[in-house]
């Protein structure tokens, strides 16, 4: 005779996994994690649900469902919410698309698609910045100098290292930019042209919901609906490091117009060639840290399509 447990449906079994999974990662966070008051009558271990569903930007009943393992379907973009919501790590994130069936729209294992060919490229490179980028501005991979040239790259988090929320969210890099307001709708453009081809694909929408979740500006000028193509042109960045760079932004193609692309940035004049080999320098001297300080880590798994825009 058949057991009941026997007859459970794996469908019915994953839900229910999903269920306590996501409980017991809302119970361990504490309200001032994320920026939240406690409040004198907190009774429930962690977060409330309400909570999470105020930080995922999703309906409290809708999320209480999802608790109460109910058969409801779950979008990789809500996924991609409660993953950042409830502060999950790498693994953790992959276990709760893994749970809901569900593809990874930012997954943040190394990326396959840069050869070692590619990261030898860019090592060879040096001093002059280089990078490797798909057309959601993802940083695949970079070299040395480009690690330090707006930012520490090395101390964002891997599904962080993207051009896009780098230029609107991190302030270091913001500050690099001589230009911002320009480089910004730039890019924004850019951005809007390339994903003509993508808008069903989640990875995409996940982005752009991010974009618009963390940064106002970028959300008024993605309303203005501008568009432009590729482009190479001088760009003026003030480093932390050695001051003012005049840099020749190309981009290099790796496969079709609509493919990936090998940022380089080539000094413009002297004073920037010697500045890029006092960048260089300053890297060199860098105490040795973790494996995350790799100058040449691919950073995200993320397929080679669509055009590279620019850092």
Known sequence: MTTAAAQVPETDIRRHELAGFLRSRRERITPEQVGLPRGRRRRTPGLRREEVAQLSAVGVTWYTWL???????????????????????????????????????????DCTGVTPAFHEMLRR??????????????ILAHNRTYGRLLCDLDAVA???????????????????????????RVMAAKFRASMAEHLAEPAWKALLRRLEATSPEFG?????HEVVGPSNRTKIF????????????????????????????????????????????????????????EPLAGSRTTALTGSVAEA
């Open 220 to 224: 008024e000028i993605w309303a203005r």
């Open 67 to 109: 608790e109460q393992a109910r058969d409801i379907q779950v979008s990789p973009q809500v996924l991609d919410s409660l993953a950042r919501a409830l502060l999950l790590d790498r693994s953790e994130r992959t276990h709760l698309f893994s749970l809901a069936g569900a593809v990874d729209p930012a997954p943040g294992s």
């Open 125 to 138: 490179l040096e001093p002059f910045p280089a990078c490797i980028q798909n057309s959601r501005y993802d």
């Open 238 to 293: 003030r480093n932390a490091r050695v001051g003012l760079l005049r840099l020749d932004h190309t981009d290099l193609w790796l496969g079709p117009s609509a493919g990936p692309r090998m940022v380089t940035y080539v000094p413009s004049d002297e004073e920037s060639r010697i500045g890029l080999e006092r960048l260089m320098a300053s890297v060199l001297a860098e105490p040795q840290a973790g494996p995350h300080a």
């Open 158 to 184: 891997p599904e962080d290292r993207n051009c896009l929320l780098l230029a609107y969210n991190n302030e270091d890099w913001r500050a690099s930019v001589v230009d911002l307001p320009a480089m910004h």
